[in-house]
């Protein structure tokens, strides 16, 4: 799977841990053996250019991610759209680098197709296999909550689905009567929270996690000063964590712990590796679409007067004022407090322009933006400020989308939503592939 470079630790992480260690290394060591076999299949040696090779798909999955599939289908989906995204960086890679000839043909064809089956068959195979070696090794954690309430059933479901933390949940600790506590199991409920901290002596828990409201303060500071008796690990969930968190991740400032909600997904190694992405498409797709790009701006000049380029004011990154370029398609150029969109048939678009747009030509200057750092290729869809000042009023969480910058595609467009948004509903579509983009 496409590793999800991040220097966030999620709750449950552990860097010791068996069940993480084994999903860090899984996709990594699946795509290189996979290599390893394909390479002797076909009585290649494993040297020169397939170690380069190696090397480079190694630090492409690593870390391995759990794909977020809960079907069998949706498992081989998340698995496969990875692996297309590595295997098109790697194309472009050697595309770049002129080493594409280096290759036995046989053997990379022969890689291309295995490993997606390989990795699929390793996702389906261990969630079932390793809490069962994990518990016969005696290397099974056990953990209890101390609280249940929605954020302590949200953990106990993130711990029950996901068998690679090597994490066995026992129940919950709670003040309130099992009968004033619904959705339950039978037997969850292992006691109130003064027994949290006998219980955890007598019976071996690993791992305390209190999800108990930040109103309840004082029962919280008892409950710590009692579990200070046992040799638990204590983890405390903030209740923040029911809000919509965009890359929340633990912070210190001058040893200060702080908790961000609202961060860009993008800062530090993930910044510059974006930014390195952004440099190498762009300039490969500008190189192989100039020809086409000088046809379009004679087409332009040909079929109505005006400009080859229509360059309108949008938010970019945090919000600040950009220009973005575009094919002019329109015998007007708006750039106002009030701007109409374009509808079918709109009669400002002129007939060569309806044909850019229809393949979204006119869309191509935009990767000089992203020369110019001002856009990338994949993100938010930028909006004209006069939109964005509309759209923010009305759709909660508009301007988070602000935290990255604004695509030549994105997430919105790749699901099929496209064109005219010409009801609030399409708009807040729209939004909402935005905000799981920053999300993931």
């Known amino acids: 799977m496409l590793a999800a470079h991040s220097s966030s630790r999620h709750l449950l992480d552990h860097p010791l841990a068996p069940g993480a260690l084994v999903q860090v290394a899984l996709d990594p060591l699946v795509a290189v ?3 390893l076999v394909s390479t002797f299949a076909f009585g290649e040696s494993f040297e020169g250019p397939y170690l380069i090779l190696t090397l480079i ?3 492409l999955t ?20 990875s692996w297309l995204v590595i295997v098109a960086l790697l194309l472009l890679i050697g595309w770049a680098t002129r080493t594409l000839g280096a290759f036995d043909l046989r053997v990379i064809f022969a890689w291309v197709l295995a490993t997606p089956v390989a990795l699929f068959a390793a996702h389906l195979v261990m969630p079932v296999v390793l809490p069962r070696l994990l518990a016969a090794e005696g290397v099974q954690r056990t953990a209890v909550i101390a609280g249940e309430g929605e954020l302590g059933r949200k953990l106990a479901e993130r711990i029950q689905s996901t068998p690679y933390l090597g994490i066995r949940f026992a129940g919950y600790f709670d003040d309130r009567s099992p009968e004033r506590i ?8 292992l006691g109130s929270l003064n027994e949290v901290a006998e219980y955890a002596k007598t019976h071996r828990v690993d791992l305390i996690y209190i999800t108990m409201p930040m109103a309840s303060q004082p029962r919280i500071l008892k409950l710590l000063e009692e579990l200070r008796d046992t040799t638990a690990s204590i983890y ?3 209740d923040i964590f029911l809000f919509d968190l965009i890359q929340a991740r633990m912070d210190t400032i001058g040893g200060m712990p702080v908790v961000a909600v609202c961060e860009t997904p993008f800062y530090g190694i993930n910044a510059l590796i974006k930014r390195a992405s952004d440099i190498a498409l762009a300039s490969a797709i500008l190189a192989l679409v100039s020809p086409l790009m000088l046809a379009v701006a004679i087409g332009i000049k040909l079929s109505s007067p005006g400009p080859v380029l229509f360059k309108q004011r949008r938010y970019g990154v945090d919000g600040r004022k950009i220009i973005v370029y575009k094919f002019r398609t329109m015998t007007v150029l708006e750039d106002g407090e009030v701007i109409r969109q374009a509808t079918h048939d709109d009669r400002r678009v002129t007939r060569f322009g309806a044909f850019l ?13 992203v020369l110019q750092g001002r856009m990338s290729v994949v993100g938010p869809r930028p909006h004209a400020v006069a939109h964005n000042e509309m759209y923010r009023k009305l759709i909660r969480g508009y301007m988070i989308r602000h935290k990255v910058k604004p695509g030549i595609t994105g997430l919105a467009q ?26 993931d």
């Open 182 to 189: 619904g959705g339950v199991k039978p037997g969850e409920i």
């Open 62 to 81: 690593f870390p391995g991610s759990c794909p977020k599939g809960t079907s069998i289908r949706a498992l081989a989906g998340d698995v496969l759209t």
């Open 33 to 35: 053996s996979a290599l």
């Open 57 to 59: 798909v190694f630090s």
């Open 236 to 238: 405390f969930t903030p």
């Open 414 to 439: 790749v699901s099929g939503l496209r064109g005219e948004t010409d009801t609030l509903d399409k708009m807040k579509a729209r939004i909402e592939c935005d905000l799981a983009y920053l999300r």
């Open 357 to 369: 747009r229809q393949f979204s030509l006119d869309e191509l200057p935009q990767f000089i933006n």
